[in-house]
């Protein structure tokens, strides 16, 4: 159970970095100059153990106050196999609770209908995480320090007294996240449920994937069609909402030709992947790249397959 978790995690994750071409992002066919393809199959490979425990603790009913421990050591095994830094943070913090989420859901019902007993867990598995979580998390973003996170009056991620508070407050994570949802996708996710995940991107990959029978066109539409409605915060961090809301009408118009699946869409993203990519990793669609990942590992749970 736990194996088949972890490694429906890892192919949803080659199957999001393989997908090309998704305008400003690391893929198949291009790099970034200090960012490579072979950097992002590293942190994959390393990531197995992480995910077959958090699967674990869920099938076991054991998670509450670990959650934010396995996404440190994820955080680790991701640094450990590769030597660029922070690949996939993003991601990491959207598929360990998954993976916990799916332990729970096989063991109270198996493979059927897996996925909406999934969200269902999933909700639980956030709602749970307490100030053990917080710290944990806070201590995994240091490590790792990625880029674009800015800087933020209450409980600022650098601040060495944020961590004494949070373990004299018992500040419970989800009390975090409410405070950066508006700003932080990933924070997002874990306060609405997963929202975009189980509304926009899973039931848009699965249609696409019914209808292109194509792998790579479905990733790639999801893709766009996640940055459609949905600014990357990413982008909105470093540069502004305005630009973030600019690549989002990007990404409509691309959409309504067809994306991946037309001659004229794949036009239109190869022109717009080399825009983002002018100005260097200011433009990367980041963290619409790791809700196109949580979107696919629902449907790789499901069974999904290459």
Partial sequence: MAD????????????????????????????????RYEHFLGTISGLHSTFFKAADYGWRTTYKGRVGKLVFEAAERMLHWQSDGNTTLGTIMLLTPLAVAAGRALRNGGLNSIEERLRREVVKVCEDANFQDSIWL????????????????????????????????????????HASAKYDSIA???????????????????????RHK????????????????????????????????????????????????????????WNLDKKLRSRGQELNPGTTADLTCSSIAVATLSGVRP
């Fill in 188 to 210: 997002s996710e874990w306060v609405t449920g997963f929202k975009v995940t189980f509304e926009v991107g899973y039931p848009y990959y699965m249609e696409s994937l019914n």
């Fill in 4 to 35: 088949y978790v972890a490694s429906s995690m890892q192919l949803a994750m080659l199957l999001e970095l393989s997908a090309y071409p998704k305008p400003g992002n690391v893929h198949r066919t291009r790099d970034h100059e200090d960012m």
């Fill in 138 to 177: 806070f201590k995994a973003i240091k490590l790792v320090r990625p880029g674009g996170l800015g800087k933020v009056q209450e409980l600022d991620v650098y601040d060495p007294s944020s961590l004494r508070r949070i373990r004299e407050e018992k500040i419970p994570l989800s009390e975090i996240f």
């Fill in 214 to 269: 194509d792998l790579n066109v479905a990733a790639v539409n999801t893709f766009l069609k996640i940055l459609s409605e949905n600014p990357d915060t990413h982008i909105a961090r470093k540069v502004g909402l305005n630009i973030a809301l600019e690549v989002s009408r990007n990404a409509r118009k691309i959409l309504e030709k067809g994306g991946a699946s037309t001659s004229s869409g794949m036009k239109l993203l």
